[in-house]
């Protein structure tokens, strides 16, 4: 998907190529997913630390690609996306075992208080 | 992708339904955070069960006490969902450009890390962040 945009996007501007504004996002090559969102919510919702690992690649991703760094944008943005969904998919993980843990040890228990 | 997206809305719905309905607090057929359970620590995100519950009944201030971070970052993934929602129905590729900003998640990891680390401290003003 990435790279069919500068394709879509060649008719609106110059070709990519030798014009890398500093500090700035280039036209020519949008930035990679930066999967923030996506960690923000592992780290509120898994419950675990892997969204922090998102959200560090994150950065790296922002800041690689305002430097120009096109392949090592890239290269976190695919580490901030296995990070991400490692907490992603880890959080559901626990989250049906603790279901399924609940259901093997007796439904018994499900309406009951907690007395801590 | 359509599928994929009727899937999770169907899902969403049932979530809230559940988080309206049972209070965390009470019923214990929640999962429980591992790192809270085997640490004794709050993570980040430890307490925004209960905040769920507490905002879909429209509490906010209850809300906040269990995790601050989170109910603070609702507007800004509010944001989001508008813009994602705008896109998908408009047929057209806008990204929010806040997000590419290269200072925008180290202010954020900042944030979590901080609120990681002052919801732990047992003194006075930092132990009303803790879940």
Partial sequence: MEDQKPQEQAPFGQPPFGQQPFGQQSFGNPAPKNWLVESILVTLFCCLPFGIAGIVNAANVNSKHAAGDYAGAQAASAAAGKWTKIGFFVGIGVGVLYILFFVVLGLGGAMMGNYR | ???????????????????????????????????????????????????????????????????LLLV????????????????????????????????????????????????????????????
């Fill in chain 2, 1 to 67: 992708m359509k599928l994929l997206y009727i899937l999770g809305s169907i899902v969403l719905l049932s979530l809230v339904v559940i988080y309206y309905k049972f209070n965390p607090e009470v019923y214990n057929f929640f999962p429980e955070c591992p790192f809270h359970k085997y640490l004794h620590l709050d993570c980040p995100g430890c307490g925004s069960q209960r905040a769920i519950h507490a905002l879909l009944h429209l509490n906010v201030q209850k809300a906040m006490g269990y995790n």
């Fill in chain 2, 72 to 131: 603070l970052s609702l507007p800004l993934l509010a944001v989001q969902l508008f813009s994602k929602a705008y896109a998908y129905f408009t047929n057209q590729n806008t990204v929010l450009g806040f997000w590419y900003n290269p200072n925008t998640p180290k202010i954020i990891f900042v944030i979590v890390m901080l609120f990681w680390i002052a919801r732990n401290l047992p003194y006075t003003p930092f132990s009303y962040l803790a879940a």
